[in-house]
């Protein structure tokens, strides 16, 4: 039958800090005494270290440096912006001011630089060697200066490795700092690398000056052969078209042109509007006075309204005497001869307008055209100016250009020559460094603390890995929890020889009575666990050998015999121990040679002396235990000793080795599982419970055997078994003090 597994129930997860701080506890010495180990260790490495000394010199990075003059166009440095101070830093780890300090300062041959290869590397280039099969640099014969190349590039990265350049944040300020194992030579390094920096960046700008200074001049020499053609060029033009101002003669001639089309555009005026008046008169007709005398222009002329006034006083003069006087009245006459007279002078006065309005006309006409003339000369005239002003300007303003050019080499030639001896540093030091008095590292206490700190940190969590990797049955909340059984009761360990079984009659000794009280604890728990059933018939096997079955089925055994009649079977019919234990002779009969009918069941029994318990042995070892345990035989002798015996306590065979636990278990009326406490693991017992159940045993729990009680009382893995226990122990040691005293 294949066994089956049955479900574990599944509960909620919850954090129980009580154990973590246990496995802290129980792996409390042992990560502290790693620990301090380490510590110790990591001080002696400490103290045998070199100490490192670092020395700073502080410089300040002008933004704006003060020159003879102002000649920065030349350098093209714009040293406002933040790429400047960048790229001034980088300057700073440079490889060259590097090589520069170290051949101002022959580090070279400074001990610190040549120090002989390492143990490391040494045992590195011997391992390479030993080992032809490992990859090989090409071997290359070098000259002695690319060797001599070679050391001072090497030389050149150990030595920017010690180096730091660290700008000072919001300031012009940065840090030079060196780290060295000699203090002085930190100190003058950190200087040397500052002042090496300054010369370097006056001896390039210096260059730079130099260099400009001699390109001007060069250039000099053409722009003024430019200059003094283009000169000439000029004067001979002016010479050519008898120029003297020709800015003055264009100014007249563009004043001439605006003055006559102004005189022009006003003519034009006039003569449209008395062309307007002619083509009305030609219309009304030149006799037609009536009509010529409505037209605003004659109208309005200052001799026809005084004509006119005098025509309307005539009138009125005659229409006043013609109410006084008649039509042949002289008064009357005279006064009708004079309004004839008026009228006959206005259309005179009219007609000599309309002549005088066509004379205007022509005389406009006239000046029309001759303006119009005139117009054309003038604009022919300017044209001709403008094209020589043209040539002029042209040939002016590149005698302009080159004079400009000239005057701007030229000075600058001379910037040069005042500056190219000076120029103010680049940079300046504010605090040079001094040789430090104490090393900055290795710092010692820290790198001991560190270490001491991190192997605890490293054990708690090996600690923890390991009880998380321990998947052995350690306490009653695995058997409660994780196999769902009753624990029916624990078994300390009790130190013996190494090789040896525990005494059989442990349990009776005076020095036992820990030992003792759990066994009577374990008897109690599963005879109240089995109070509504009839148990006699008591099964004991464990999951593998060496759990300490055929200790607890003998202990049991003896608990249960002072109360009632017990009888303790060895059906382990594989490996059986009980005879050697109780010391029964290998040949004398037992449980094989009942079932199989050779001996009788009287003849079977062995008394123990000491605790009058009755013993059946296995008997003789036979060849087919399985079949012996499946009998029924076996079943009527059970059956026949139940009439006997209060108790029948049976020891098995393990389930993980043989099935004769579970044939075993369909006889018994109850079975008792056996655990090695921190050693078997949770799969086997899980897998044995799980065989028993399947062969519908009647399992009452589980006993952890030989659970080291020292530990128990420090993690509290046991609390509520250990604890009774111990209180029992403890009555027991005051009792015995008591009767020594």
């Not at 690319?146 to 700008?167: C, G, H, N, R, T």
């Not at 400009?404 to 540093?425: C, G, L, M, P, Q």
């Not at 499946?630 to 002798?637: C, I, P, T, V």
């Not at 020292?710 to 509520?720: E, L, S």
Request: aromatic share 8%.
């Amino acid at each position: 039958m294949e066994p089956v597994i049955t479900e574990q129930p599944k509960t909620e997860e919850v954090i129980d800090l009580r154990q973590y701080f246990n496995i802290v506890n129980k792996y409390k010495w042992r990560v502290f005494g790693l620990a301090a180990f380490v510590a110790v260790f990591t001080a002696i490495i400490a103290i045998k270290m070199t100490p490192i000394y670092s020395a700073t010199a502080t410089l300040i990075i002008e933004a704006e440096q003060a020159k003879a003059v102002n000649f920065q166009e030349v350098y093209g440095l714009d040293s406002s912006r933040q790429e400047y101070y960048l790229t001034q830093f980088e300057i700073l780890k440079s490889k060259s001011i590097a090589q520069k300090v170290i051949e101002r300062l022959d580090l070279l041959t400074h001990p610190e630089f040549n120090k002989p290869p390492s143990v490391l590397a040494g045992l590195k280039s011997a391992l390479k060697e030993s080992l032809p099969f490992l990859p090989q640099k090409d071997t290359q014969l070098l000259s002695a200066e690319e060797i001599a190349e070679q050391k001072m590039q090497a030389l050149v990265k150990d030595f920017s490795e010690k180096l730091s350049i660290s700008p000072v944040r919001k300031t012009q300020l940065v840090n030079i700092s060196f780290e060295s194992e000699d203090p002085k030579l930190a100190a003058l390094v950190a200087n040397t690398l500052g002042e090496v920096y300054i010369e370097q960046n006056m001896a390039a700008k210096m260059g730079i000056t130099q260099k400009a200074a001699g390109w001007l001049s060069d250039r000099l020499s053409g722009l003024r052969e430019r200059l003094d053609e283009s000169e000439t060029k000029l004067q001979k033009y002016r010479e050519k078209e008898n120029l003297i101002d020709i800015e003055g003669v264009v100014g007249l001639t563009t004043q001439e042109l605006e003055q006559t089309s102004t005189q022009l555009v006003q003519t034009r005026n006039e003569r449209n509007k008395l062309e307007s008046i002619m083509r009305v008169i030609n219309e009304y007709g030149r006799d037609n006075l009536e009509r010529l005398e409505t037209i605003p222009e004659i109208t309005s002329h200052k001799v026809v309204q005084d004509v006119k006034k005098e025509v309307v006083i005539s009138e009125r003069k005659v229409s006043e005497f013609a109410e006084v006087y008649g039509p042949k009245h002289p008064k009357m006459i005279a006064a009708q001869a004079e309004l004839k007279t008026v009228k006959a002078n206005l259309s005179l006065q009219v007609r000599s307008l309309v002549t005088g309005i066509e004379k205007e006309v022509k005389t406009s006409q006239a000046n029309v055209r001759a303006l119009e003339a005139e117009l054309t000369r003038i604009r022919e005239e300017y044209q001709r100016v403008t094209a020589k002003e043209n040539d002029y300007r042209k040939l002016k303003r590149e005698v302009d250009t080159n004079r400009k050019i000239y005057d701007t080499f030229f000075s600058r030639s001379k910037e040069t020559e005042v500056t190219s001896d000076f120029n103010a540093a680049v940079a300046r030091f504010t605090d040079r460094a001094y040789a430090p008095v104490e090393p900055v590292k290795p710092k010692k206490g820290l790198i001991v603390a560190l270490a001491f700190i991190a192997t605890l940190g490293l054990g708690v969590v090996v600690a923890f890995v390991i009880e998380a990797l321990n998947d052995t049955v350690k306490s009653s909340h695995d058997i409660e929890n994780k196999l769902a059984q009753r624990m029916l009761g624990l078994l300390p360990k009790v130190a013996h020889k190494k090789g040896t079984n525990l005494n059989i009659h442990y349990f009776f000794d005076k020095d036992a009575r820990q030992f003792s009280e759990a066994v009577r604890t374990f008897r109690t728990g599963f005879v109240l666990s089995q109070m509504d059933k009839n148990s006699k018939v008591i099964a004991i096997t464990s999951s593998v050998p060496g759990e300490g079955k055929t200790t607890t089925s003998t202990n049991l055994a003896f608990s249960l015999g002072q109360m009632e009649k017990v009888l303790l079977i060895d059906a382990d019919m594989r490996k059986p121990s009980v005879c050697k234990r109780f010391g029964i002779p290998a040949y004398h009969p037992g449980l094989s040679n009942v079932i199989a009918g050779t001996e009788k069941v009287e003849d079977c029994m062995f008394i123990d002396e000491k605790s009058g318990l009755t013993i059946m042995p296995c008997g003789q070892l036979p060849t087919n235990p399985l079949e012996l345990l499946s009998s029924a035989r076996f079943e009527k002798l059970l059956d026949a000793l139940k009439g006997r015996f209060d108790r029948i306590v049976i020891d098995t065979a393990p389930t993980q080795a043989v099935s004769d636990a579970l044939i075993i278990s369909r006889q018994a009326d109850a079975m008792i599982y056996v655990v090695k406490a921190d050693s078997t693991r949770m799969g086997l017992v899980q897998n044995g419970v799980s065989r028993l159940i399947a062969a519908n045993a009647k399992l009452a729990g589980i006993v952890l055997n030989q659970v080291d009680t020292k530990k128990a009382g420090k993690n509290g893995a046991y609390q509520g078994y250990y604890d009774y226990y111990s209180y029992g122990h403890e009555n027991e040691n005051v009792v015995e003090a008591k009767k020594s005293a």
